[in-house]
């Protein structure tokens, strides 16, 4: 799911002081005007003499609670009255970029499975599975990058039970020999499931190709081999590090009255005691500095899968608003000009579809995702997303069309926060990676202040040759690949000519470096000498290349240096020579230049007798 954050800004404080005015009046009617007025806020919801305290609670213009327990833990909260139920949901924030020394072993959705509806001290799993049957069995848990979370949905009626159950995970689970072993097993089926799905394949290679150091290029359940040196004793050490209160918020959503939901949070998590403070540094991804390519063949495939990725933002820059917007302007939907065009019209692609994928730790990313039918249009293919892409580098985009994407975006976030479920997994996802539980909801009108040219400026800034990431699935053919250097990259056999004044050229291509190498050979050198003029040629090669009569020593030297070329000259017993080597790009510059050299050598007076002099 793709994070949305808008960028903060400074509450009115008229708002303010009505959200603190709504807060103190819902107070009120759960505890009585008097009471609330002479109490202090722990004992307004936990009673006197409770060692786990509510220490601050803050109302939000929205209406979302947030309340800090004394032992760390966040408690977020929100009423919505459309329907008598709630879910109750308790996220951690470990996932597999916290792993630390378990990093690759995918320990983060192991626990997972162990935690969820497993044995505490209090119930066996066989209790709990009765429990939540009774509740209508709709929970669930899920592990990503950076969270970890369980929830229960439920009758607005069950939200206490709901909360105990959670809490009896957190606080009391005990991991046994048995579901160690059992849940091993389950977690290594569904990750041989990870190797035959043509999509996760896909997926992973992408992460790898795009991140060497960030651990975010491992995969969440981990590698087969790697998870399975995991001990029991290490899952228990995981649990005691990561799952304390400090590392967790609790957020429910339903049709409650806050102050009974959160004391009845407190009470269940009574007895649970604040952890060592948790801070993890993430790695700094190095710059990309030139394309990469990572490709997997997969049997039983009959479509080639590519991504075309470029890193971007994390959640709270503020480009993450015209990104989005160009993402929907290349691929939400049939209007989109990478659907329009490469899918419809030019029918080169099954399907084709564009994200801004932006996570609160500095690893984002955008993604162009196509299935591609014939393998030999995936070139064509990538040629003409690069084209959207430069079109959208030098052309504004339409303000009738950008209009229509904003609202486009702006309504499938408002349609995808409709559910409690989706507005519980919003609120604790900004609270945890931006610090504010509503900065999903800020995101509608960071949308629509997003102008043709941001969107013009993040598509030249972000995307170009050297930052793409290309990763690709292709069908696996009848028999091992030719081991050969594809064409564009062959050698060639010497080739020899002769021009019209009677020198012989001969001429070899080889790419494997871009650089073009010469010489130019006479016959001369000690054969061509007499006593008379005996060391004459290497005399004469020490003077020749060093001027023209176009160039002068200084020019001639700059000129070359300023290309990173080299000239030199020399003689042997048989041959008089000249050698030079630039860059491919150089290429017709050195030939010039080697042309004035050959043609027009000054053996300049005053060089010669200042090498006589040397020799």
């Known amino acids: ?68 327990l004394s032992n760390g833990m966040v408690v977020l909260l929100k009423e919505n009255h459309t329907a008598p139920v709630a879910i109750v ?16 072993t995918g320990i983060s959705h192991l626990f997972e499975h162990l935690m969820s509806g497993g044995t505490t001290t209090t119930r066996t799993e066989e209790e709990t599975r009765t429990i939540l049957e009774s509740l209508g069995n709709m929970t669930n848990a899920y592990t990503s990058t950076n969270s970890t979370s369980y929830f229960i949905k439920t009758a607005a009626p069950d939200v206490d039970t709901a909360i105990g159950l959670l809490a009896d995970w957190m606080v009391n689970t005990q991991v046994t020999e048995k579901e160690f072993d059992r849940e091993m097993k389950v977690v290594q089926r569904e990750s041989e499931r990870t190797y035959t799905s043509p999509d996760r394949v896909l997926f992973r290679m992408a992460g790898e190709n795009m991140f060497r150091v960030h651990p975010v290029r491992y995969p969440i359940i981990g590698y087969d081999h790697v998870r399975a040196k995991l001990t029991i004793e290490d899952v228990r050490r995981y649990r005691a590090r990561m799952y304390v209160p400090n590392n967790m918020a609790v957020v429910a959503v339903g049709d409650f009255k806050w102050p009974d939901v959160l004391e009845k949070i407190r009470a269940a998590f009574e007895g649970f005691p604040r952890g060592a403070a948790l801070a993890i540094p993430l790695p700094k991804e190095p710059e990309q500095v030139s394309r990469r390519v990572m490709k997997k063949s997969l049997a039983n495939l009959n479509t080639t899968l590519l991504t075309m990725s470029c890193r971007t933002v994390r959640l709270t820059h503020p480009d ?246 080299s000239l030199s000259t020399g003689s042997g017993s048989n041959t008089f020579f000249l050698r030079a080597i630039c860059l491919s790009k150089d290429f017709e510059e050195m030939v010039e230049i080697i042309g004035d050299v050959v043609i027009n050598p000054a053996f300049d007076p005053d060089e010669c007798e200042k090498l006589r002099v040397r020799i």
């Open 1 to 68: 799911m793709n994070r949305h954050i808008a960028s903060t800004e400074r509450p009115h404080f008229a708002r303010t002081f009505a959200a603190a005015c709504a807060a103190l009046a819902v107070a009120q009617l759960a505890f009585g005007a008097e009471s609330f007025y002479e109490r202090k806020p722990a004992d307004i919801f936990m009673g006197e003499g409770a060692k786990l305290t509510v220490d601050v609670v803050s109302v939000s213009d929205s209406g979302t609670v947030k309340a800090d």
């Open 89 to 104: 949901q308790v996220t951690v924030k470990t996932g597999s970029i916290y792993e630390q020394e378990y990093l690759g």
């Open 320 to 565: 993450l608003y015209p990104l989005d917007v160009m993402a929907a302007v290349l691929g939400h939907g049939e209007s989109s000009r990478l659907v329009r065009i490469i899918r419809n019209e030019r029918s080169l692609v099954q399907s084709i579809s564009a994200w801004s994928y932006t996570p609160g730790f500095d690893a984002g990313r955008f993604t162009v995702f196509t299935s591609v039918p014939q393998a030999e249009n995936v070139d064509e293919v990538i040629e003409a997303v690069k084209e959207q892409i430069r079109k959208l580098q030098t052309e504004p985009v339409d303000e009738t069309e950008l209009a229509r994407v904003k609202t486009q975006v702006a309504a499938n976030h408002i349609y995808g926060s409709e559910k409690i479920g989706s507005q519980a997994r919003s609120i604790v996802s900004s609270y945890l990676s931006a610090g504010d539980p509503d900065f999903d909801a800020r995101y509608v009108a960071g949308i629509k202040d997003v102008t043709a040219e941001e969107v013009r400026r993040v598509a030249n800034e972000y995307f170009s040759d050297d930052k793409l990431c290309l990763t690709i699935v292709e069908p696996k053919g009848e028999g091992p690949p030719e081991a050969r250097l594809p064409e564009a990259l062959e050698a060639t056999p010497v080739q020899k000519s002769t021009l019209k004044n009677g020198l012989t050229l001969l001429l070899k291509r080889n790419p494997n470096v871009p650089v073009v190498a010469f010489e130019l050979y006479f016959l001369a050198g000690l054969r061509a000498e007499t006593t008379a003029t005996s060391g004459i040629s290497s005399f004469a090669a020490s003077l020749w290349g060093r001027s023209t009569k176009l160039r002068s020593q200084v020019e001639l030297a700059a000129q070359l240096e300023g290309m990173g070329a």
